[in-house]
């Protein structure tokens, strides 16, 4: 029984560091990216309808 609440508590504590892990990542691959604008634009010439 005790190496299950050891086993989960081992595994939750992984999934929270990984989070914790990817959230960094990400708030500082935020602030490094430039914002992107704008979208689809319609496009022109022989070949296109």
């Not at 029984?1 to 999934?15: E, G, K």
């Not at 691959?29 to 634009?41: E, I, K, L, N």
Request: glycine content about 10%; cysteine-free.
């Amino acid at each position: 029984m005790r190496a299950i609440v050891r086993a989960v508590r081992q595994a939750a504590a992984a999934v929270s560091v990984a989070a914790a892990v990817v959230t960094a990542l990400r708030l500082r691959g935020r602030v490094a990216a430039p914002m992107q604008f704008g979208g689809w634009r319609r496009l022109s010439g022989p070949g296109l309808r």
